[in-house]
């Protein structure tokens, strides 16, 4: 299609009014152009627009061809044309041409390749006309002899410049140019001559008690003014789809074979003499008989039997061996709570079986919980003891100032309870006078499997679900003690006690009295919850103020003298070498954290026949002596928060600078997890390993380290309690990966999916020799309780010492390959230097001890010769001795 020239673009004139014909003045007329710089003056070029061209039958690919290019126009055609659309018909810029043509016909030919500028031209003389209707009929004959015709040589006409002919685009360009079209407003601000360098004086004003002194100015949409988008930019820039991959190349054992490719046969001669000797005869009839009795024995007895499976194994009721995976038993889930939390620590009460319990958060950011710190402190932060009993309702709920991340039962009395808080304080509770209200029952006997679980945790039998809730007995100082959330706490072992400095002692009141806690604001504290030794008799005054406190009916005085004023004993921070700044500590495993609970059965027998409760006498203890602890193990292992395991000492050292007792700096320090460490705990079977969790790693230590990776990130972890070669590890996917060392190695045995959200705590319990639990809490709130099966709780015979040479195996290794590399470099080292020898010594050899080398050479090589030859048998040593004489 021809492009638009600009007169066509023009409006046309609005039917139903007159317009004038513009007529010019004879001397102002414009003069048509033509090509007679090209060598053609009665060629004029035009533009046809769609409208012209449909109007004298002359469109594009329709009425011009290739072979039909120019069309015979009547000169009154174009005349009515003009006087219809005036200077809007196309062929106004060639009127004057048209009008002073002799002839009644014009010759309109279509430019299609640009030749002159334009799309088509018109022929303004009737010699021109028949030239070039003449020519194209001779064109036409010479196409059929064009290839007997060499082909003209084509010689270059350089461009001639040319007029600037204005065709009406100066119009467009000057309508689409922008302009202005709204008139620009004018402010002027004036005031009084006598008011220029006078004093200001500012003063505060209410703008609601004076009229108009507060005008709101707010944006509205003008609906007499719009603005229309008429171009935009937009950019876009395409991003390569990226994917990291990887592989390992599993390593196989070295195994031994061979292959016979044919029988080994005797000759018939050998076969004739061997049946017809005596010795084959005699063995023949001597183990004939023992033959039959063994093909006799082979048809009566399966052969295939497997006879591990006919071992004295006591079989049981409760759950088929041959399950491996995890069977949900029970779950939980607080329904009353108006605000979504998580479970941050789980705990199984030591010696109340079917009592689980659990300690719950909200799932706010730091952010969030400045935003809600006022509903926050309408919401209660508890606690929550859960029975098998009952899974609606909590059997208690101990309150705390805030939401409690750990907490721990004391190993002397378990109605004694610990916890860590969000805001850095420790809370203890007291829920003595609470356990005449917990009963053991015993479920009535049937064929349930659920019934096993006997005696169960039951508050108020009778029907009252009413939860009831215990304050706690004492807080210590916010000032004094962590500035961040406590992520771990410890009971100290009842059998030593530590001073301010680090130093063991033998414990003087025989119950565990001391705690250790981690926090995030860098520091691990030791805390001692009897009183301290006042050096100093209190006043009568003071004694008056301690009885004038009121004391709630509800809330135990054990730890009264603690409340609000409780502080660490000792402090201590992780230092990382020649910098200012401290390891941030998550979790923390002391030596002897595996002795707590072991004496649990001896204190349940001195409780039942004592009633006195030895917290209540704490002071009595103090008098005793201090008698220090020889050769006691004081270091202990810490995961951090940016994935580190740091192997470290609480015990202080002087420094010699400035004289003051420090910590001492860690022992060792490994970057093996790419995330917080969640759990850091020693195995139940061997005091020597430890379990660590954080990331996308897990990893086993015994002084060396191999580590596993995963494809999700881990989130807990715990040893299993039966078994030294099985432990189970969470994941933020709601998966729980078992690992059995004693299957696999490199990945889990099994992975089995438990909620859709992450795993925050892994707890079991044993809860006979026949029947195991776990407790895995989630993000969401949701405890779940698990039996384990019968694969995963049973240990083999020899499982213990099995692991236990498979943990020094792998030690061994990691030591090997330590000394591997180390001799590697020494041979490098020895390689680099003969080589620099050999260099040194080829530069500053002489003439004559090249020829000795070469003597001593052919004199090795002759002596060769001659070994060899006799060796075969081709000379003799005379003979030999003869040529070298020769």
Aim: hydrophobic share 35%; charged share 25%; net charge negative.
């Amino acid at each position: 299609m021809a492009p638009k020239s600009p007169q066509s673009r023009r409006k046309k004139p609005t039917p139903g009014k007159k317009k004038r014909k513009p007529v010019l003045p004879a001397n102002e007329e414009e003069e048509p152009v033509n090509m007679e710089s090209m060598g053609h003056p009665e060629i004029y070029p035009l533009v046809l627009t769609t409208k012209t061209q449909e109007i004298f039958n002359c469109r594009i690919d329709e009425d011009f061809t290739d072979e039909m290019p120019y069309k015979i126009i009547k000169k009154e055609d174009i005349f009515e044309d003009l006087r219809n659309r005036a200077a809007v018909s196309d062929f106004h810029p060639v009127k004057k041409v048209i009008q002073e043509y002799p002839g009644n016909e014009l010759l309109l030919v279509y430019d299609k390749d640009f030749k002159y500028g334009l799309n088509f031209y018109i022929i303004g003389t009737e010699e021109g006309k028949e030239n070039y209707l003449n020519a194209s009929e001779v064109q036409e004959d010479q196409e059929e002899y064009k290839e007997f015709i060499p082909e003209e040589i084509y010689t270059y006409i350089p461009p001639v410049s040319k007029p600037w002919v204005s065709l009406g685009s100066e119009k467009e360009i000057e309508e689409e140019s922008v302009k202005k079209s709204t008139k620009q407003v004018t402010y002027m601000i004036s005031r009084k001559r006598s008011e220029f360098g006078a004093p200001i004086t500012f003063r505060d004003q209410n703008a609601s008690s004076v009229k108009d002194a507060y005008i709101e100015c707010t944006a509205y949409p003008d609906k007499n003014f719009t603005l229309k988008q008429l171009e935009k930019n937009v950019g876009m820039q395409a991003v390569p789809q990226v994917q990291d991959t990887s592989t390992q190349t599993k390593w196989t054992y070295p195994k031994n074979a061979s292959t016979q490719y044919y029988a080994r046969e005797f000759s018939e001669e050998e076969k004739e003499r061997l049946g017809q000797s005596k010795s084959l005869t005699d063995f023949l009839n001597n183990v004939s008989t023992s033959v039959e009795i063994a093909l006799q024995q082979n048809e009566i007895t399966n052969l295939f039997i497997d006879d591990w499976k006919s071992l004295a194994e006591e079989e049981g009721t409760f759950g088929d061996k041959t399950n491996t995976h995890l069977k949900e038993y029970q779950s939980f889930t607080d329904l009353h709570s108006q605000m979504e939390k998580m479970i941050t620590c789980v705990s199984w009460h030591p010696t109340i079986y079917g009592l689980i319990v659990v300690s719950v958060a909200v799932r706010l950011s730091f952010e969030e919980r400045v935003h809600f710190s006022g509903r926050l402190l309408l919401q209660p932060s508890l606690i929550l003891f859960w029975s098998f009993s009952d899974p609606i309702h909590p059997q208690l709920m101990l309150e705390s100032p805030d939401d409690i991340f750990c907490f721990k039962f004391c190993p002397s009395d378990p109605n004694i309870i610990a916890g860590g808080c969000i805001n850095g304080q420790i809370v203890l509770w007291d829920i003595t006078t609470y356990a005449d209200r917990i009963e053991s029952t015993k479920a009535d006997g049937g064929g349930n499997k659920k019934t096993t679980l006997k005696p169960m945790f039951l508050l108020e039998p009778d029907g009252n679900k009413e939860a009831t809730y215990i304050r706690h007995c004492a807080v210590s100082s916010i000032e004094s003690g962590h500035r961040s959330v406590i992520t771990d706490i410890h009971w100290l072992a009842d059998t030593f006690e530590i001073n301010r400095f680090g130093s063991v002692f033998e414990n003087r009141n025989e119950i565990c009295c001391q705690l250790v806690t981690c926090s995030a604001d860098c520091t691990i504290c030791f805390w001692d919850i009897r009183p301290l030794k006042t050096l100093t008799p209190t006043l009568p005054t003071e004694k008056k103020k301690e009885e004038s406190i009121e004391i709630p009916f509800d809330v135990p005085s054990t730890f009264l003298h603690l409340d609000l004023s409780w502080k660490p004993l000792t402090r201590i921070k992780l230092s990382k070498g020649e910098t200012n700044l401290d390891h941030c500590p998550t979790k923390i495993s002391l030596s002897e954290e595996q002795l707590l609970y072991k004496i649990s059965d001896k204190l349940l027998d001195q409780t039942k026949v004592t009633e006195v409760n030895l917290y209540h006498n704490l002071e009595a203890g103090l008098a005793n002596l201090l008698k220090p602890i020889d050769d006691f193990c004081t270091k202990f292992f810490v995961g951090t928060e940016e994935g580190e395991v740091i192997y470290t000492d609480w015990k202080m050292e002087k420094d010699p600078d400035t004289g003051r007792m420090m910590a001492k700096k860690p022992k060792s320090l490994y970057s093996v997890h790419d995330g917080p460490v969640h759990t850091v705990q020693r195995s139940p079977f061997y005091n020597d390993i430890i379990l660590t969790v954080g990331g996308w790693n897990v990893a086993i230590w015994k002084e060396g380290v191999m580590t596993c990776c995963a494809a999700k990130r881990y989130t807990a972890g715990h040893w299993s309690l039966t078994r030294p070669g099985v432990f189970y590890i969470g994941r933020e996917d709601g998966y729980i990966d078992v690992w059995d060392l004693l299957e696999k190695t490199h990945e889990p045995a099994q992975s089995q999916n438990i909620c859709i959200t992450m795993i925050t705590y892994i707890e079991p319990w044993t809860f006979s020799a026949k029947q195991q639990f776990i407790a895995i809490a989630d993000y969401y709130g949701t405890l779940h309780i698990l039996e384990i099966p019968w694969t995963l709780s049973h240990p083999s015979t020899n499982e213990v010492s099995s692991v236990n040479y498979y943990f020094e195996r792998e030690v061994k290794h990691l030591e090997y390959v330590e000394q591997r590399r180390s001799i590697r470099e020494q041979e490098k080292k020895e390689m680099e230097l003969e080589m620099e020898k050999r260099k040194h010594k080829t530069h500053h050899k002489s003439k004559e001890q090249m020829e000795a080398e070469l003597k001593m050479d052919y004199e090795s090589y002759l002596e060769l010769e001659k070994i060899t030859l006799i060796g075969l048998g081709l000379a003799k040593a005379s003979e030999t001795s003869h040529m070298e004489m020769m």
